[in-house]
Every structure is written in C-alpha cells, then in structure tokens.
C-alpha cells in the first residue's frame, strides 16, 4: 500500500512564505508525475503544480512566479516552495502522485492534505 504524507503547512502573513513537502512510503516500482493541488472553502480541488520524472513542470496561471514545485527522487518526495503569499492561497494543500505499484499498474495516490492560512 502506498501512502503520501505531507507537512508544512500552517499560518502565514500575506507576502510570507511556506514550504510544503510530500513523501511517498510504502511498496511500489516507481512514481511518474507528481503534483499538487488545493481547496478553498466552497469552491472545487484546483491543480497547482506538476511536475514530471524529467522535472517538467507545469503551473496553474494563478501562481506563476511566485510557487515552485520540485522532486527529489531518491527521497521520493515532492515539494512546493510558495512565496509572496496571498490570502486567496488559503486552502487545503493535497499531494498527488501517479505510483506503479507490483503489479505494474498506474495507481493515482493522493495525501491527506495540509492546510495553509494566509492572513493577519
């Protein structure tokens, strides 16, 4: 079975910064692409960020500039570097993961989720 944890997140100050980490555990072959998505209150899941095996990444127009997502493969985990931090952040931060499993199947795992308070 293969679980996501993620940590990091928390209360920020609007123009603060955050770093949201991601680690897979557990039995597979191998992750594909990684990414993050959020939700506010009321509103649906929105993609964030991806980023695949050959760090190609891929951003939501919203936060170009100003997050950063990246992988460190041997650790099997996936970060999200946010800066300059504004209030419409606010969200409940999931890891998401395309994972091979033993049997060589294409499994989608997704983490329990972090939540990130931006405001004074």
């Known amino acids: 079975q293969v679980q996501l944890v993620e940590s990091g997140g928390g209360l920020v100050q609007p123009g603060g910064s955050l770093r949201l980490s991601c680690a897979a555990s557990?039995?597979?072959?191998?992750?594909?692409?990684m990414g993050w998505y959020r939700q506010a209150p009321g509103k649906q899941r929105e993609l964030v960020a991806t980023?695949?095996?050959?760090?190609?990444?891929n951003y939501v127009d919203s936060v170009k500039g100003r997050f950063t997502v990246s992988r460190d493969n041997a650790k099997k985990t996936v970060y999200l570097q946010m800066n300059s931090l504004k209030p419409e952040d606010t969200a409940v931060y999931y890891c998401?993961?395309?994972?091979?499993?033993?049997?060589?199947?294409?499994?989608?795992?997704w983490g329990q989720g972090t939540l990130v308070t931006v405001s004074t």
């Open positions: 998401n993961a395309a994972v091979v499993d033993t049997l060589r199947t294409y499994r989608e795992v």
């Open positions: 980023i695949t095996t050959g760090d190609i990444t």
């Open positions: 557990g039995t597979f072959l191998g992750i594909n692409d």
